[in-house]
């Protein structure tokens, strides 16, 4: 059993030490945000428009290409509502350039990280929602290292927006050039910066120039059971989907693996899954990662399947992708088909997520745990 606080520690509690939040950027605004802004710099309400238009729209952030602008004012917009939040580190792409995960360091030198998921309709990326997470998951690279600080609305954005100029630039061979799905499944417990998250869902789904234009059912946010959060998202006018990590069906196994499930329990947590499916309409994917000789055992399909059964629910097993040195390992392909086949005949569907990026270290937290500790990411094949 990991010890640990029962209650995850939240960084904007009273009390709490202040992180140091990045500066302000438009995505941290909403548009009638960002145009009383540029009123008080002196400018006509109408340029917040035009900036947001160029960053949202366009995805340019340099302001030598806004040339709609007055010349004496491009820099000083460009300062005040386009700040650098994203520092890349590192780029790496492999899947022939259909996966690509970027390394970034923010303002205060933490690090986060951002993957491209390139498929045939569509391209996905995957964000971060805080630097570093404080859920101890103890099967998780990113969880090892503990929570430094909540990201900023626009520090989570600007990740997408990032990722959506490569897309447009064309060099995801095989797949759109526009971005069109978005998956909080980086690092950080996205519940757990929940008012930075939902706005960034907003600026998200927001058409341009408010926003990125993206469709609200197109857009995953993950949690591991934070139930009153769960609730709070469901009371949202949002129809995004629910992922639930949950990688076991009984509470004593799950006490380890999500520590969190010593505060929420499992029947808690699926309880306020099915209120959020039932006030949404959106199906749940149940996340579970196959762990081998941990939480793989054809009794725990079973009992999987009989909590999910009649559910609207969708199981995704993924294949561990172990951290280098961990004791934890993947599940073996044939333990895995038989879960599946379990599953299945519980009438659960089901299915296995591809495992995109192993040999950029590919789940959460590995890039940054490598670039932390000055092994090289690239030679560190977890596959
Ligand atoms: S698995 Fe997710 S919630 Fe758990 S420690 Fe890692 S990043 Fe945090």
Request: charged share 20%; aromatic share 4%; glycine share 8%.
């Amino acid at each position: 059993m990991t010890s640990l606080p029962l209650i995850p520690v939240d960084p904007d509690a009273p009390g709490a030490r202040r992180a140091a939040m990045p500066p302000q950027h438009l995505a941290d605004l909403d548009l009638a945000g960002r145009k009383a802004l540029v009123t008080e710099l002196g400018e006509p309400a109408f340029r917040a428009g035009q900036v947001s238009t160029h960053y949202f729209g366009r995805l340019v952030r340099d302001p030598a290409l806004m040339t709609d602008l007055p010349a004496a004012s491009r820099e000083r917009l460009a300062d005040q509502l386009l700040p650098r939040l994203l520092n890349p580190v590192r780029e790496l792409a492999c899947d022939e350039g259909a996966t690509r995960k970027a390394l970034w360091r923010l303002h205060d030198g933490s690090l986060v990280e951002s993957v491209l998921m390139g498929y045939p309709d569509r391209i996905t990326v995957c964000i971060s929602s805080q630097a570093g997470c404080g859920m101890a998951c103890p099967f998780c690279a990113t969880g090892q290292a503990g929570l430094t600080r909540n990201l900023s609305t626009a520090e989570i954005v600007d990740q997408a927006v990032y990722l959506a100029g490569v897309a447009a630039s064309g060099v995801v061979a095989g797949s759109p050039p526009r971005l069109s799905h978005v998956v909080f499944m980086g690092m950080g417990e996205p519940l757990a910066n929940y008012n930075r998250v939902v706005a960034a869902i907003r600026r998200l789904v927001a058409p341009a120039p408010e926003g990125l234009g993206l469709s609200q059912r197109h857009i995953t946010v993950s949690t591991v059971g934070l139930v009153p959060a769960i609730h709070r998202l469901a009371s949202e006018d949002l129809s995004v989907t629910l992922a639930l990590s949950l990688h076991a069906p009984d509470d004593e196994l799950r006490d380890e693996l999500v520590p969190v499930n010593q505060r929420w329990k499992v029947s808690e947590v699926l309880d306020a899954a099915w209120a959020y499916a039932a006030r949404t309409g959106r199906r749940v994917s149940i996340e579970y990662a196959m762990i081998k000789d941990v939480n793989d055992q054809p009794w725990r399909a079973d009992l999987l399947g009989r909590l999910l059964a009649g559910k609207l629910a969708h199981v995704n097993l993924i294949p561990l992708n172990p951290t280098p040195g961990s004791r934890w390992d993947a599940s073996p392909k044939p333990v895995e088909r038989e879960f599946v086949r379990r599953l299945r005949d519980a009438g659960v569907s089901t299915t296995v997520r591809d495992t995109r990026g192993r040999e950029i270290d590919g789940a959460c937290g590995q890039l940054a745990a490598a670039e932390d500790t000055g092994t090289d990411p690239a030679g560190e094949s977890s596959a």
